[in-house]
């Protein structure tokens, strides 16, 4: 099992940024795919960002890309979303999950464990 524990989130205001953090435990991350995923209010969870286990390769949905920059450590078993630019569309609660094959997945039903997620809220 891994529980997947998200941090970081809050209010910002647009064209601000944040830095969400998602830690392990249980097992290392260091074999798994990792991604963050997004459900704002009212609307189905969405692909953010993936990344691969060794960090080689990353995919970005088009709404974050240049502005979102994913990166994990396996050797803290966490994995990051630096979100620079943030506009109040980005408002939502955000997700980590670990897909265990280790690529770059940008389906949800790839993904077996998830955290609970972070709310991040953007003000204009």
């Known amino acids: 099992q891994v529980q997947l524990v998200e941090s970081g989130g809050g209010l910002v205001q647009a064209g601000g940024s944040l830095r969400l953090s998602c830690a392990a435990s249980?097992?290392?991350?260091?074999?798994?795919?990792m991604g963050w995923f997004r459900q704002a209010p009212g609307k189905e969870r969405e692909f953010v960002s993936a990344?691969?286990?060794?960090?080689?390769?990353?995919y970005y949905a088009d709404s974050v890309k240049g502005r979102f920059t994913i990166s994990r450590d396996n050797a803290k078993n966490t994995v990051y979303l630096q979100m620079n630019s943030l506009k109040p569309e980005d408002t939502a609660v955000y997700y980590c999950?670990?897909?265990?094959?280790?690529?770059?997945?940008?389906?949800?039903?790839?993904?077996?464990?998830w955290g609970q997620g972070t709310q991040v809220t953007v003000s204009s």
């Open positions: 999950a670990a897909e265990p094959s280790g690529r770059v997945a940008v389906v949800a039903g790839n993904y077996d464990y």
């Open positions: 249980g097992r290392t991350l260091s074999t798994y795919g």
């Open positions: 990344i691969s286990w060794s960090g080689g390769r990353t």
